[in-house]
């Protein structure tokens, strides 16, 4: 019985101790298509790796995108095309004006980065590192450097059309 009452202890006291690690952004609602056939700026995602579109306008009235905005890449996963949807604020600041930048790395001419930094705190983030889980796709936003909170991150769902994917909350 003591084994039990100093076991329970022991993984109450280590359970507290855990840093909180989340986003800071407020719930807000998201709901936007990309199709990769249909709109040649939604294409770019197709060319690799890290190429990225940072939304802050709407394009059609029902579109909604987060608390400041969404930041797609296409990154790192088991298919050809893993979609990743950050909301744009920065989680160590909490503001709509105050939003990551990607790291532009391209050579090409097609924007990719691999972190985004803000440009007030410096706080840098992993973009293009998430999972997959049946046919939606989650980015983690992990902190690099400069923060604990991570980005908030949007589920992405693939449609039955072919290059079309749904990003919600």
């Known amino acids: 019985m003591r084994r039990i009452i100093i076991a329970t202890v022991f993984i109450s006291v280590a359970f507290s101790c855990k840093e909180d690690i989340y986003s800071t952004i407020p719930n807000s609602p998201v709901s936007y298509t990309l199709n990769l056939n249909l709109y040649p700026v939604d294409n770019q995602l197709n060319a690799g790796i890290g190429a990225y579109l940072c939304i802050t306008q709407r394009r059609f009235e029902t579109d909604r995108l987060g ?3 969404l930041l797609i890449v296409s990154g790192i996963g088991e298919d050809v095309v893993n979609i990743y949807v950050y909301d744009l604020a920065c989680p160590n600041e909490a503001g709509r004006d105050i939003l990551v930048v990607p790291d532009n790395i391209s050579k090409t001419g097609i924007p990719t ?7 007030k705190c410096g706080a840098v983030y992993n973009i293009v590192d998430g ?3 049946g046919n939606e796709y989650y980015g983690y936003g992990i902190p690099q450097s400069g923060s604990k909170y991570y980005l908030r991150a949007y ?3 693939k449609t039955v059309n072919s290059g079309e994917f749904v990003v919600m909350n």
Do not use: D, L
């Not at 980065?113 to 440009?119: G, S, V």
């Open 67 to 69: 608390f400041g905005g």
């Open 113 to 119: 980065a691999i972190t985004a930094k803000c440009p």
């Open 131 to 133: 999972y997959k889980h």
């Open 155 to 157: 589920r992405v769902m």
